[in-house]
């Protein structure tokens, strides 16, 4: 029970973020989706510091873990208005920033995630 208050904590905290971004940046509708892509990139940075950081120096514990990279990051990042956006992409007719998107979220965001791991083993 404990892990999934955790789980909840982190998720909503993650989640209320995710909107104040978006609400901060005030993107268009069918403009390039850049808080999705913005908050999709640093939470994949964000999870990878966090799992280098946490196994080189064995600083977080399970539930620790859970609230940050399962809660948090789970929350703070989204799928579901990625592949929206997307829809809205092909919808439209606009096929280039549709490509662009999916391969720049895609690449970008495992290079994110590889770029976390390698500064967590600087620190």
Same mark, same amino acid.
Not at 55 to 80: D, H, I, P, R, V
């Given at each position: 029970?404990?892990?999934?208050?955790?789980?909840?904590?982190? @998720? @909503?905290?993650?989640?209320?973020?995710?909107?104040?971004? @978006?609400?901060?940046?005030?993107?268009?509708?069918?403009? %390039?989706? /850049?808080?999705? +892509?913005?908050?999709?990139?640093?939470?994949?940075?964000? /999870?990878?510091?966090?799992?280098?950081?946490?196994?080189?120096? *064995?600083?977080?514990?399970?539930?620790?873990?859970?609230?940050?990279?399962?809660?948090?990051? @789970?929350? =703070?990042?989204?799928?579901?208005?990625?592949?929206?956006?997307? *829809?809205?992409?092909? #919808?439209?007719?606009?096929?280039?920033? +549709?490509?662009?998107?999916?391969?720049?979220?895609?690449?970008?965001?495992?290079?994110?995630? /590889? %770029?976390?791991? =390698?500064?967590? #083993?600087?620190?």
């Amino acid at each position: 029970m404990k892990q999934l208050l955790l789980v909840f904590i982190g @998720g @909503g905290v993650g989640s209320a973020l995710r909107f104040g971004v @978006g609400k901060w940046l005030k993107v268009p509708s069918g403009a %390039f989706p /850049i808080s999705t +892509f913005g908050v999709n990139l640093l939470g994949c940075f964000i /999870i990878g510091f966090l799992m280098g950081w946490g196994f080189k120096n *064995q600083a977080l514990n399970e539930n620790q873990s859970l609230l940050l990279t399962t809660g948090f990051c @789970g929350g =703070f990042t989204t799928f579901s208005a990625f592949a929206a956006e997307n *829809q809205l992409f092909l #919808k439209n007719g606009d096929y280039v920033p +549709f490509l662009i998107y999916t391969l720049a979220s895609l690449i970008i965001g495992v290079l994110a995630v /590889i %770029f976390g791991l =390698f500064i967590s #083993k600087q620190l």
